[in-house]
């Protein structure tokens, strides 16, 4: 028995001992719990994100702030008869991240005033900054909901199956779902291990081919 075949033997072991020791329910919820809080944030995000907006000060917090702050450090640019290029570059110089200077700019536009009902340049600033504020306030507060509920769920089945009659059936279907895990463990392990060498055997004929493609124009 060589190294590959401890290896394949090996994860789904390790595996099967991890599903019995956390029981059916924490495997399953390990294993299904990143897909269902991304359906779920999805879901309930943009409730969420319209009632902070809706029904906290924070959106109307955020936006005076900014536009206080923009009008302090650049009052003449916030004319909307200003040039077009001078409000892009004082939004590159924002510190912010690339991709969110990007997108001020890339909705720099008249359809992006009258989306946030802007007139000036500093309303339409102040105001997407608000929107990108509130939306990443939302999609914290979202997680945490998400998670709290989750926990509180997966304590609830682990207690269900914990007890004497459950609690077989749950380390069973661990070791089930231990397996699965493991199989595909190793399945994407071999998977990426094929492809480095599919790589690594196509640079090297590639070498190999052009090197003897030289020796001949040499010996020519």
């Not at 409730?47 to 902070?52: A, N």
């Not at 090197?211 to 001949?216: I, R």
């Given at each position: 028995?060589?190294?590959?075949?401890?290896?394949?033997?090996?994860?789904?072991?390790?595996?099967?001992?991890?599903?019995?020791?956390?029981?059916?329910?924490?495997?399953?919820?390990?294993?299904?719990?990143?897909?269902?809080?991304?359906?779920?944030?999805?879901?309930?995000?943009?409730?969420?994100?319209?009632?902070?907006?809706?029904?906290?000060?924070?959106?109307?917090?955020?936006?005076?702030?900014?536009?206080?702050?923009?009008?302090?450090?650049?009052?003449?640019?916030?004319?909307?008869?200003?040039?077009?290029?001078?409000?892009?570059?004082?939004?590159?110089?924002?510190?912010?991240?690339?991709?969110?200077?990007?997108?001020?700019?890339?909705?720099?536009?008249?359809?992006?005033?009258?989306?946030?009902?802007?007139?000036?340049?500093?309303?339409?600033l102040s105001r997407s900054i608000a929107q990108i504020a509130i939306a990443a306030v939302s999609l914290i507060f979202t997680s945490?909901?998400?998670?709290?509920?989750?926990?509180?769920?997966?304590?609830?089945?682990?207690?269900?199956?914990?007890?004497?009659?459950?609690?077989?059936?749950?380390?069973?279907?661990?070791?089930?779902?231990?397996?699965?895990?493991?199989?595909?463990?190793?399945?994407?392990?071999?998977?990426?291990?094929?492809?480095?060498?599919?790589?690594?055997?196509?640079?090297?004929?590639?070498?190999?081919?052009?090197?003897?493609?030289?020796?001949?124009?040499?010996?020519?």
């Amino acid at each position: 028995m060589n190294w590959l075949c401890v290896v394949i033997l090996a994860i789904p072991v390790l595996y099967i001992f991890k599903g019995i020791q956390r029981g059916m329910v924490r495997t399953a919820f390990s294993v299904f719990s990143v897909v269902l809080a991304l359906v779920l944030g999805f879901i309930l995000n943009p409730y969420i994100t319209e009632f902070l907006k809706e029904k906290t000060p924070i959106y109307e917090t955020v936006q005076k702030q900014c536009e206080e702050s923009i009008s302090g450090a650049l009052k003449e640019q916030l004319d909307q008869k200003i040039k077009k290029e001078e409000q892009n570059a004082y939004i590159q110089n924002l510190p912010l991240p690339e991709s969110l200077t990007d997108f001020l700019v890339e909705h720099n536009t008249t359809e992006g005033y009258n989306q946030l009902l802007a007139d000036t340049f500093g309303e339409y600033l102040s105001r997407s900054i608000a929107q990108i504020a509130i939306a990443a306030v939302s999609l914290i507060f979202t997680s945490i909901l998400i998670s709290i509920a989750l926990n509180f769920l997966g304590g609830i089945l682990d207690g269900i199956f914990s007890l004497p009659v459950l609690s077989l059936l749950n380390r069973a279907g661990g070791a089930v779902l231990g397996i699965v895990q493991g199989v595909f463990v190793v399945w994407i392990l071999f998977f990426d291990y094929y492809i480095i060498l599919g790589r690594f055997l196509g640079a090297k004929c590639s070498h190999d081919v052009s090197g003897k493609f030289s020796d001949k124009m040499a010996i020519r």
